[in-house]
């Protein structure tokens, strides 16, 4: 869905092409306020009271969900879980009748996670409420987007001329695509980094280099963002073996000791330990793998508030609603 005219507030969230660098800084500062409202011993503000915002999730969730939820709950409204498996999705009821069921309960805006690309888009077309969304199949994941560009803007100070390295299964990753656009339309230089099978078939339009030597760039980037192999979305065997994919591909001990000094290490979650990162790396100082679930809540704190208590096109000035 294309982004409507600057003469109004954009209803929806559905990927990082609906935005453009002064939007992602709009959130981003704003995050900061809300950062540290999460902090307080009551973490809550009444900038959403009054409004309803309700869970489509299709797919299984843990750090999207719940942080979700805590944002929902930090801005003081109100919330509709709705879970499949107890649903009438199970009788046959399709995605449309369904999110126009929760539609009619009122909501103000909708969190939707779909196997199907695609879903959150049409959805938005369905309903009133403003849809965010939370990860569509192979496409997109915008809010992982931001707190990943928020969590490194944090360490690194700015993102102009920042080395990125996305690291694994970049074919089947939704988080791949969004932060691709995400750290590229704030400066930063992006280079994918996998075996040829675990590459989309086109990387026409994408701002990225490519590489499939791991090692021969290790010393050069600020920021090594690792992937897990997505082994549900594979319809076959698309390397020889995880042993022989973490051979090439894995951040061991070894690896993390070339990185450059204050380089970052991250993951979106979950992560398989001692396959796409050993188990003691991901614990190290450098690796802000847990700092991304917390700042998780704040951004889409700010996300919810910039699309249902100002719109994101009206966002200036806006700090001040975490006082």
């Not at 369905?126 to 915008?142: K, L």
């Not at 979950?270 to 700092?291: F, H, Y």
């Not at 991304?292 to 994101?312: C, D, E, I, K, P």
Request: aromatic share 4%; net charge negative.
């Amino acid at each position: 869905m294309s982004p409507p005219g600057r003469d109004r507030p954009r209803r929806h969230l559905l990927s990082m092409n609906d935005l453009v660098r002064p939007d992602m800084e709009r959130i981003l500062d704003l995050t900061d306020s809300f950062a540290e409202v999460s902090e307080r011993a009551m973490p809550r503000v009444p900038a959403l009271r009054g409004k309803t915002v309700a869970w489509l999730f299709y797919e299984d969730s843990t750090r999207t969900r719940l942080s979700f939820e805590a944002a929902a709950k930090q801005l003081s409204a109100d919330t509709l879980n709705f879970t499949v498996r107890s649903s009438s999705v199970n009788k046959g009821e399709s995605v449309r009748d369904t999110v126009q069921t929760i539609d009619a309960m009122g909501i103000d805006a909708i969190v939707v996670r779909h196997s199907c690309a695609g879903v959150p888009h049409r959805v938005g077309d369905w309903i009133d409420a403003s849809v965010i969304n939370a990860g569509d199949g192979r496409h997109e994941h915008p809010t992982q987007a931001l707190l990943d560009l928020y969590t490194a803007r944090t360490h690194l100070g700015g993102l102009d001329g920042a080395r990125v390295a996305i690291v694994g299964d970049i074919l089947h990753s939704r988080v791949a695509r969004s932060d691709v656009l995400a750290f590229a339309a704030m400066g930063a230089e992006v280079t994918l980094v996998a075996p040829p099978p675990l590459l989309p078939s086109s990387l026409d339009g994408w701002p990225v280099a490519v590489t499939h030597d791991f090692d021969s760039i290790l010393g050069e980037i600020d920021i090594c963002y690792l992937l897990r192999m997505q082994i549900e979305r594979q319809a076959s065997a698309l390397v020889p073996s995880l042993r022989e994919f973490r051979a090439e591909y894995g951040l061991d001990s070894s690896r993390a000791d070339r990185l450059a000094e204050g380089a970052l290490i991250m993951h979106p979650g979950p992560m398989n330990r001692g396959v796409e990162i050993d188990g003691d790396v991901a614990d190290r100082p450098n690796a802000v793998i847990t700092e991304q679930v917390a700042n998780g809540v704040a951004v889409r704190m700010a996300v919810l508030f910039l699309l249902l208590g100002s719109g994101l096109d009206q966002a200036e000035g806006q700090r001040e609603v975490a006082a």
